[in-house]
């Protein structure tokens, strides 16, 4: 099946500094992806959905000029946050289904797990 | 907006056992409902899903049903084994597009020997 692979998987920063998350699709291309957030024992809460060539679209309560979306490409996707502080550490998870593709399967990345001190 | 409830939050079974999630969702122009297994510290990995125009859907040990009328939808995992364990997630698509999915709030599945 199709491939979504995120880096890193693991990130530790300071408070105060920026980290940026890639989600790479390697064999398909998506015009599509979404980038979820995971908290301890939680389920996976959709944060925005990323478009390729436009402005991503967040769901109410998260913070677009906090958590900026990138999708420069047909294949890459990134979420930086900004000024991060340590509430913001959480499993950051992207998804993505392949257009060319006959199921409508979702493919998820192996996530990424930020810390923040 | 889409709701997805999911139960029970844990499940414990002894091995050879079958275990079953139960999952419900409010819009009824949701027409996609995957299943999603997650091991610690890893992103979702599909299972099986399944669309709205069938009821039933088998693959191997793992089974997935759909009654629309109730909007409810049920895993069902027979002959289960230690390696089964993990946190068990339902979904359901927002409306009638297939890629924007609400989340149920999982199921922590343990298989003892």
């Known amino acids: 099946g199709a491939v979504v692979s995120q880096h890193p998987s693991r990130v530790i920063c300071k408070s105060g500094t920026s980290v940026k998350i890639e989600c790479r699709s390697l064999d398909f291309q998506a015009t599509t992806m979404f980038w979820y957030r995971q908290f301890p024992k939680q389920s996976l809460m959709l944060m925005a959905t990323?478009?390729?060539?436009?402005?991503?679209?967040?769901e109410q309560g998260v913070e677009k000029d906090k958590f900026l979306i990138n999708h420069a490409s047909l294949t890459l996707s990134t979420l930086t946050v900004t000024s991060a502080h340590p509430e913001d550490s959480s499993f950051y998870i992207c998804?993505?289904?392949?257009?060319?593709?006959?199921?409508?399967?979702?493919?998820f990345g192996q996530g990424t797990r930020l810390t923040v001190v | 907006g889409e709701n997805v409830e999911q139960h029970p939050s844990t499940l414990s079974v002894q091995e050879g056992d079958s275990a079953v999630i139960k999952c419900t969702y409010s819009?009824?122009?949701?027409?996609?409902f995957p299943w999603y297994k997650q091991e610690l510290g890893k992103g979702p990995q599909l299972i099986i899903d399944?669309?709205?125009?069938?009821g039933e859907k088998k693959d191997q040990r793992i089974a997935v049903t759909l009654n629309k009328t109730a909007k409810h939808f049920s895993l069902h995992i027979t002959e289960t084994q230690p390696e089964d364990s993990a946190v068990y997630f339902c979904a359901a698509s927002e409306g009638t597009g297939f890629q924007k999915l609400v989340f149920g709030t999982g199921t922590r599945l343990l298989v003892s020997p």
């Open positions: 399944i669309r709205s125009n069938v």
């Open positions: 998804s993505a289904r392949d257009p060319g593709a006959p199921g409508t399967e979702a493919f």
């Open positions: 819009d009824s122009a949701s027409n996609y």
């Open positions: 990323s478009n390729e060539g436009s402005k991503a679209t967040y």
